[in-house]
């Protein structure tokens, strides 16, 4: 399994996820974001931190980047992408998952531990997650504040488009509509979440549980190759 | 060819909690001001486009506000001839 992770101008957890995704056992290599190719990856990670500084709004400019017309590209084809955080916000501008991530309502930048009810472990980015288990994760972040109009967050959570929830007992950091945390695709390919899994990739760093959504990654990525080998 | 300029005002969608302006709110009465409700804080873009007529330059601004200024899941957008609005400096 081949990762890459894409390097913005203000990406500051680049490094972080590409040591969790070699941890988890992958192939990784970084992507420079004035790049139109994303080198034949398996999963593409849009890394956190502040992408050409948040201006105007969190992520949007980097959507306009040489790099995401091959992420849009490699999304298309079945390719998987995980944006987090910065990420998340990076591919809700680009409209490749629902939504839109505000301002926190607590008016605050809130970086702490938070924990994540996982609400469905037969989907790519959680099939490592034993059932019923939570997630220990730190979150990082002035905007993640998820939004959709009511309508349409009836519409994503009938199709199983929620992954990641806030639960106790720290609860919802950020105002988030229906605690929402990690939301994924129509295709179920690309998901984006708030809190840092690489950032809770080792024991030392005080939590392991991040490590599950890169496990569940790399063993997506085989049970696709898999199927595209026998078809 | 022409010059046109512009400005786009971006706002919250009426009805979504807009946190800048709650926040905005929150510190009047330290101010010693009371009174003031519905604060909403919002954006303002200028800009000046090269076009062969103002019909043109206004549908690249139109497309640059829809797609770039503003979201439009979680915010409205404005744009006018800068000739009709009162513009800074």
């Given at each position: 399994?081949?990762?890459?992770?894409?390097?913005?101008?203000?990406?500051?957890?680049?490094?972080?996820?590409?040591?969790?995704?070699?941890?988890?056992g992958a192939e990784v290599e970084l992507l420079w974001h004035e790049s139109p190719d994303v080198r034949g990856v398996d999963l593409i990670v849009l890394p956190g931190g502040f992408?050409?500084?948040?201006?105007?709004?969190?992520?949007?400019?980097?959507?306009?980047?040489?790099?995401?017309?091959?992420?849009?590209?490699?999304?298309?084809?079945?390719?998987?992408?995980?944006?987090?955080?910065?990420?998340?916000?990076?591919?809700?501008?680009?409209?490749?998952?629902?939504?839109?991530?505000?301002?926190?309502?607590?008016?605050?930048?809130?970086?702490?531990?938070?924990?994540?009810?996982?609400?469905?472990?037969?989907?790519?980015?959680?099939?490592?997650?034993?059932?019923?288990?939570?997630?220990?994760?730190?979150?990082?972040?002035?905007?993640?504040?998820?939004?959709?109009?009511?309508?349409?967050?009836?519409?994503?959570?009938?199709?199983?488009?929620?992954?990641?929830?806030?639960?106790?007992?720290?609860?919802?950091?950020?105002?988030?509509?229906?605690?929402?945390?990690?939301?994924?695709?129509?295709?179920?390919?690309?998901?984006?979440?708030?809190?840092?899994?690489?950032?809770?990739?080792?024991?030392?760093?005080?939590?392991?549980?991040?490590?599950?959504?890169?496990?569940?990654?790399?063993?997506?990525?085989?049970?696709?190759?898999?199927?595209?080998?026998?078809? | 060819?022409?010059?046109?300029?512009?400005?786009?005002?971006?706002?919250?969608?009426?009805?979504?909690l807009d946190p800048q302006g709650r926040a905005v709110e929150q510190s009047l009465p330290h101010l010693d001001i009371s009174g003031v409700t519905d604060v909403r804080v919002g954006?303002?873009?200028?800009?000046?486009?090269?076009?062969?007529?103002?019909?043109?330059?206004?549908?690249?601004?139109?497309?640059?506000?829809?797609?770039?200024?503003?979201?439009?899941?979680?915010?409205?957008?404005?744009?006018?001839?800068?000739?009709?609005?009162?513009?800074?400096?």
């Amino acid at each position: 399994m081949k990762v890459g992770v894409v390097v913005f101008p203000g990406s500051n957890c680049d490094r972080d996820a590409l040591h969790a995704a070699r941890l988890a056992g992958a192939e990784v290599e970084l992507l420079w974001h004035e790049s139109p190719d994303v080198r034949g990856v398996d999963l593409i990670v849009l890394p956190g931190g502040f992408a050409y500084g948040d201006y105007l709004r969190a992520g949007v400019l980097a959507r306009f980047s040489p790099i995401m017309g091959a992420v849009r590209e490699h999304a298309a084809a079945g390719g998987f992408v995980l944006g987090i955080c910065n990420g998340f916000q990076v591919l809700a501008e680009a409209g490749l998952v629902p939504g839109a991530l505000r301002r926190n309502s607590t008016l605050r930048f809130e970086h702490r531990w938070v924990r994540l009810a996982v609400e469905r472990t037969d989907s790519a980015f959680t099939r490592a997650v034993p059932a019923g288990r939570t997630l220990r994760l730190p979150v990082a972040h002035g905007e993640g504040n998820y939004f959709l109009p009511d309508a349409d967050l009836d519409v994503l959570e009938a199709r199983g488009g929620v992954l990641f929830r806030y639960t106790a007992p720290e609860g919802n950091p950020n105002g988030s509509a229906r605690d929402i945390a990690g939301v994924v695709d129509a295709g179920g390919r690309v998901c984006g979440l708030m809190p840092h899994p690489e950032r809770a990739a080792e024991a030392v760093l005080g939590s392991e549980d991040g490590m599950l959504v890169f496990r569940s990654l790399v063993e997506s990525v085989a049970i696709s190759r898999r199927a595209l080998s026998v078809a | 060819m022409s010059s046109h300029r512009f400005v786009v005002s971006v706002m919250p969608k009426p009805g979504i909690l807009d946190p800048q302006g709650r926040a905005v709110e929150q510190s009047l009465p330290h101010l010693d001001i009371s009174g003031v409700t519905d604060v909403r804080v919002g954006r303002r873009v200028e800009l000046t486009v090269e076009a062969p007529d103002m019909l043109a330059a206004r549908a690249v601004v139109e497309r640059l506000a829809s797609e770039v200024f503003a979201n439009p899941i979680i915010e409205t957008w404005e744009v006018a001839p800068a000739s009709l609005v009162a513009v800074a400096g």
